[in-house]
């Protein structure tokens, strides 16, 4: 759909990223990975997770108006000897903690008697981005490996350390510790955006990466392909 649009807007892409599952997308559109080896990593990596999911059941909860500073500070306290981390930063105010689910209960209530504006629930399978999902790693890596990866045509930002990278081998290791690692995706818009970025393209059905861009930067120009 964006190669029939006036202006290519696919030829003028020079940086890219994708949201958890998404950087397997992003690294698709730069070239490191071929298609269907994609779909048959994240096949591994869903299965993987999954396994996770059922062997050591967790939650996840978004907590909206807490900074991350004081939101670790609320995980230290609510933690209790389970597990229970910061996980996705999706921007300024809207971050998501992944553990287990009676940690992410105690946590929804310190955290809104910490002037917490909303606590959400997240309707997943299991604790992702934690040390739960440690067991998946093994698995992923060795499908990581086996598959063909080439040098980025673009720079890929990174989940995990919001930097760009285009080395094969640097990119198979980012995506296994991005299993159980924080989804930096605050950082990494900041990243590109601090590129001289001001105009971007979402790529899928919904808006949910525009409404993040908003609040990090409102003068960016965002559009979609279903638009």
Not at 22 to 32: H, I, K, P, R, S
Request: proline share 4%; with cysteine.
């Amino acid at each position: 759909m964006l190669r029939s649009r006036d202006g290519q807007p696919l030829d003028a892409a020079g940086i890219t990223a994708g949201l958890s599952l998404g950087e397997y997308t992003a690294l698709v559109f730069a070239g490191v990975i071929g298609f269907a080896d994609a779909v048959r990593l994240v096949d591994v990596r869903g299965r993987a997770m999954q396994e996770c999911a059922e062997s050591r059941p967790g939650a996840m909860l978004a907590v909206l108006g807490v900074d991350r500073g004081r939101l670790a500070s609320l995980c230290d306290e609510c933690r209790a000897g389970e597990v229970l981390e910061v996980a996705n930063v999706l921007c300024p105010g809207n971050i998501v903690v992944s553990g287990s689910a009676a940690a992410c209960g105690r946590l929804a209530a310190a955290a809104t008697a910490a002037g917490a504006i909303k606590c959400v629930p997240l309707d997943v399978a299991g604790a992702f981005h934690t040390v739960l999902m440690q067991p998946a790693v093994e698995r992923l890596s060795a499908a990581l490996a086996a598959a063909e990866f080439r040098p980025a045509r673009i720079p890929v930002v990174s989940n995990v350390d919001a930097r760009p990278h285009s080395d094969p081998d640097e990119i198979r290791g980012l995506l296994s510790r991005q299993v159980v690692g924080v989804v930096e995706w605050s950082d990494s818009m900041a990243y590109i955006l601090s590129t001289g970025v001001r105009s971007a393209w979402e790529v899928g059905p919904g808006r949910v990466l525009r409404g993040l861009m908003k609040r990090i930067d409102r003068g960016v120009v965002c559009s979609g392909v279903f638009d």
